[in-house]
Structures are given as structure tokens and as C-alpha cells.
């Protein structure tokens, strides 16, 4: 049945409105993953195929898309972002939500998105504070089927070295692929999502098994010689050996 939902979240952060602004209009590879930047006008072209609605730089902006593309279980989406200076303008406060309608699988839906969303914008937070400005190097994949598991994201934890109980904050080294280890903070950490930040990349880690999905890794790397092909051939390897057993 057919309902809609909505998904609230905010955050302070170290950069300016206009770096947010910045952010989360051209700067999107750096937290999220890269997509077209929006037409910068009200009644503009989106992402994914989205409409313009609110188009006030660095203050507020918003696009919605009806009938979305590739997501059968979504008829409707809209993001909606506000930014209010803080400190003189020095810091940013940040909302965004996330709403529409979802039409099937309801509260796993909202469940899964909800929790993302709360994800996606720490990982934001992040990028403007530790690696604005620096150039992009993007990978995204999944784990293979026995990453569905239910304890699978418990086994990737520590297959990356962390205890059960090593909190969010810490400064770890983590065990990467070919057993390097990643001097690295745990910036986010709960049962459904681990952040790692090194000095020129964030590592992270979807517990999506919690939603029938396969866990995945996306790695945005800040190096000059950062190279895409060879992260993710790396990380996807070191994440089907997790899983080979």
C-alpha cells in the first residue's frame, strides 16, 4: 500500500553556508556518490531526473522527481536542504529531508532510508570539514550473496580489526586489503554503518544485510594519485575474501 514518509536529520559543521552550499549541489562525489549537478534555477533540471522546486543560494534548496527511475518501490522522492549560518557565517547549521512515497515493503523501506540519510549527512559533514577542494576518486560496489547474512556486517567489523566495543571516535588502525593497515579514525560507527577517515580518503561500510542487501564499500580518495579502478579492485577483493568462507 501505497504511504508516504518523511526523514529528518541535522547538522552542525566547521565549513561556511557556501561551502555547504557548495557541497551539496557540485561537490555530491564527496560524500554521496557523483551525479549531475542540478540547473541552478527554480524549475531546473536534478539529478535523476528530478525538478528544481527551491533554488535560494547558499540558503535552501530542493528537487522532486515523481515516477522514479530504476526504483520500483518509490513513486515519489524529494530532497530538501536548509543551511543557516552559524558563528557570523564561520560554521553552518543543516537540515535535509528526505520524503516521498513508498509503495511496497513500507517500514523496511523507510527503515533502510532513514538510517542512510542520517549516514549521508555525517559523511557530508565530514567532507566539508577534512577534504573540500581536493580532487575525487570514486568507488562503489557490493559484497557478494553471503554478505545477506544476518551477522555479515558484525563479520566485516572485525575482519577490519575493530573490537565489538571500539567506539566511534577512535583513532584505529585498520586492517585493509592485503593486510595494510589504515591509520585511520572511526568517525561513524553503529550496527548498520562503520566510517573510517584516513588523511586522504573515507572509507565506508553499509550494512545493508540488515535490509536483504548485500554489505557495501564506497571509498572517495583525496590523494593526487588516487586511482579508482585499482580501489575498488582492491576493496571488493578484500571483501569477497571476508565472505570466501
Same mark, same amino acid.
Given at each position: ?62 528537487? /522532486? !522527481? @515523481? ?5 520500483? #518501490?518509490?513513486?515519489?522522492?524529494? *530532497? $530538501? &536542504? ?88 577512535? /583513532? !584505529? @588502525? ?5 593486510? #595494510?593497515?589504515?591509520?585511520?579514525? *572511526? $568517525? &561513524? ?57
Amino acid at each position: 500500500m501505497s504511504k508516504e514518509f518523511e526523514s529528518a536529520h541535522e547538522i552542525e559543521v566547521d565549513a561556511t553556508p557556501e561551502q555547504v552550499w557548495e557541497a551539496i549541489t557540485e561537490g555530491v562525489g564527496g560524500w554521496l556518490w557523483p551525479m549531475e549537478a542540478p540547473e541552478p534555477r527554480e524549475g531546473g533540471s536534478g539529478p535523476f531526473g528530478s525538478t528544481i522546486t527551491v533554488w535560494d543560494p547558499p540558503h535552501r534548496y530542493t528537487n /522532486r !522527481v @515523481q515516477d522514479v527511475e530504476g526504483i520500483s #518501490e518509490q513513486t515519489l522522492n524529494q *530532497l $530538501d &536542504y536548509t543551511i543557516e549560518p552559524r558563528e557570523g557565517g564561520r560554521r553552518a547549521w543543516v537540515r535535509y529531508v528526505h520524503s516521498g512515497i513508498f509503495v511496497d515493503d513500507w517500514d523496511n523501506q523507510y527503515d533502510g532510508a532513514n538510517k542512510h540519510n542520517a549516514f549521508y549527512l555525517h559523511t557530508m559533514g565530514e567532507y566539508v570539514t577534512h577534504f573540500r577542494g581536493r580532487p575525487l576518486t570514486f568507488a562503489m560496489f557490493d559484497g557478494p550473496e553471503a554478505s545477506k547474512a544476518s551477522d555479515a556486517f558484525t563479520v566485516v567489523g572485525r575482519a577490519l580489526g575493530l573490537a565489538d566495543d571500539t567506539a566511534e571516535g577512535a /583513532r !584505529v @588502525q585498520a586492517r585493509g586489503p592485503e593486510g #595494510e593497515l589504515l591509520d585511520a579514525v *572511526l $568517525d &561513524y560507527r553503529n550496527p548498520y554503518f562503520i566510517g573510517l577517515r584516513t588523511d586522504d580518503a573515507l572509507i565506508r561500510f553499509f550494512g545493508r544485510n540488515h535490509w536483504g542487501a548485500p554489505v557495501g564499500i564506497s571509498v572517495h580518495d583525496f590523494a593526487s594519485d588516487a586511482d579508482g579502478k585499482r580501489n575498488e579492485a582492491a576493496w571488493q577483493g578484500w571483501l569477497n575474501g571476508v565472505f570466501a568462507a
